[in-house]
């Protein structure tokens, strides 16, 4: 079964400091990876990766995928208390729409 | 566009009732799919729809659960009879296939209590 696994499952730092959370899959076969952002409500985009090595940036968070070993990883940057939210990572599988296989999550929190 | 847009917002019911969650997606958008996220288990996929269509619906945990797209604008998700582990925020999204972007337009949920 496929499976995407996220870590760590929860993380406090301060404001200023900063993150690096993990998405690891075992997936036979795949189209994208994802990353939402969830604050209190619906979760919201922030990458797609499709490609090996090729880090997509926005502002203080960037992010790669590394299809070789099977993983992503999410950098935020000097991190604020607005960025305090469960961070999803997804797979897109092939022929199947856009249906997404979710990780449990990783819940970050950020204090002043 | 007002985006993905869920109704209720919030649902108590008590033990045995019916609940029929509303979702209607973003207009133009060929694809729904209905999740449920919990504490335990994260975001699972119940059921998704293509042009109205159900494509995949191994997600669904029971035959008490079912949905239905009877048109391109409105999809529902009924529970009958509710029991109190089907309590959890249960989410819509909606995407456009034909962009190829991958992303899901989420809606803000329905938080569901059975009592």
């Known amino acids: 079964e496929d499976k995407v696994v996220q870590s760590p499952l929860s993380l406090v730092v301060h404001e200023g400091d900063t993150v690096t959370l993990n998405c690891s899959y075992e997936?036979?076969?795949?189209?994208?990876l994802l990353w939402y952002k969830q604050e209190k409500k619906a979760p919201t985009f922030l990458f797609m990766l499709?490609?090996?090595?090729i880090e997509k940036k926005s502002g203080r968070l960037s992010s790669i995928l590394d299809k070789k070993e099977l993983f992503s990883i999410l950098n935020i940057t000097a991190t604020q208390t607005g960025d305090s939210a469960i961070y999803l990572c997804a797979v897109e599988l092939p022929n199947a729409g856009n249906m997404l296989t979710f990780g449990g999550g990783t819940r970050l929190m950020v204090k002043p | 566009d007002a985006g993905v847009i869920q109704s209720p917002r919030h649902e108590v019911t008590e033990m045995g009732q019916e609940v029929t969650l509303r979702c209607k997606p973003i207009s133009g958008h060929d694809y729904l799919f209905w999740y449920r996220q919990t504490m335990m288990r994260g975001l699972e996929l119940l059921i998704y729809f293509n042009n109205n269509v159900p494509i995949d619906d191994s997600g669904m945990p029971e035959d008490r659960f079912s949905a239905k797209m009877p048109n391109a604008s409105f999809s529902t998700l009924k529970i009958q009879p509710s029991e109190p582990r089907d309590s959890a925020v249960y989410f819509c999204?909606?995407?456009?296939?034909?962009?190829?972007?991958?992303?899901?337009?989420f809606g803000e949920g329905s938080r569901l209590t059975v009592l």
């Open positions: 999204a909606s995407s456009y296939r034909t962009k190829n972007t991958g992303e899901l337009f």
């Open positions: 499709t490609s090996s090595g």
């Open positions: 997936v036979t076969n795949f189209r994208s």
